[in-house]
T-cell receptor, first 111, second 114 residues
Framework: AQSVAQPEDQVNVAEGNPLTVKCTYSVSGNPYLFWYVQYPNRGLQFLLKYITGDNLVKGSYGFEAEFNKSQTSFHLKKPSALVSDSALYFCAVIPADKLIFGTGTRLQVFP | EAQVTQNPRYLITVTGKKLTVTCSQNMNHEYMSWYRQDPGLGLRQIYYSMNVEVTDKGDVPEGYKVSRKEKRNFPLILESPSPNQTSLYFC?????????????FGPGTRLTVL
């Protein structure tokens, strides 16, 4: 079955430290991968996506993600976390004609 | 400002009382979709529409109806709501021209069915 997994319900990191939010996928064919962020009481906002080409994708707010085909992963990263990055992050994949979302990872950045 | 709007933002109702959640986008997008968000389950697609008068079921369509009479509007209808439909609902839209399009989400509607 086509799926995407976010193995961590919550990630805690101190402000200024690097952060990683993990995502793995299982799809047949070429995956199209997305990261969305949800701030409190807001809808989801697009961060970045991988379609093809360079495995390192840069997105909004200083985030980037690395596509690793051999490990079927698409981890979200940021070199230096901000308190304002605290939010719920969703990884998603398009195997056919619709987005399949992971269960989400809550990122908490402490001052 | 390009946006997806939903109304109401919050709604508390009782079992069996029909309700409609409206969704409107001002980006001339062809593709629109409804999701529900539940803890531990992420977002699951309810219905989607590729264009006017074209709708199709998503992963969890039971208990819901939609219509797409105009390009900009995509209302979600609960004919007889039940407590298991208590959830956070999101409408989304995209150009729909390719599978890789970015979706734009509304602010969400928190529904409680008593």
């Amino acid at each position: 079955a086509q799926s995407v997994a976010q193995p961590e319900d919550q990630v805690n990191v101190a402000e200024g430290n690097p952060l990683t939010v993990k995502c793995t996928y299982s799809v047949s064919g070429n995956p199209y991968l997305f990261w969305y962020v949800q701030y409190p009481n807001r809808g989801l906002q697009f961060l970045l996506k991988y379609i093809t080409g360079d495995n390192l994708v840069k997105g909004s707010y200083g985030f980037e993600a690395e596509f690793n085909k051999s490990q079927t992963s698409f981890h979200l990263k940021k070199p230096s976390a901000l308190v304002s990055d605290s939010a719920l992050y969703f990884c998603a994949v398009i195997p056919a004609d619709k987005l399949i979302f992971g269960t989400g990872t809550r990122l908490q950045v402490f001052p | 400002e390009a946006q997806v709007t939903q109304n109401p933002r919050y709604l508390i109702t009782v079992t069996g009382k029909k309700l409609t959640v409206t969704c409107s986008q001002n980006m001339n997008h062809e593709y629109m979709s409804w999701y529900r968000q539940d803890p531990g389950l992420g977002l699951r697609q309810i219905y989607y529409s590729m264009n006017v008068e074209v709708t199709d079921k998503g992963d969890v369509p039971e208990g819901y109806k939609v219509s797409r009479k105009e390009k900009r509007n995509f209302p979600l209808i609960l004919e007889s709501p039940s407590p298991n439909q208590t959830s956070l609902y999101f409408c989304a839209s995209s150009t729909g021209q390719t599978r890789t399009d970015t979706q734009y989400f509304g602010p969400g509607t928190r529904l409680t069915v008593l």
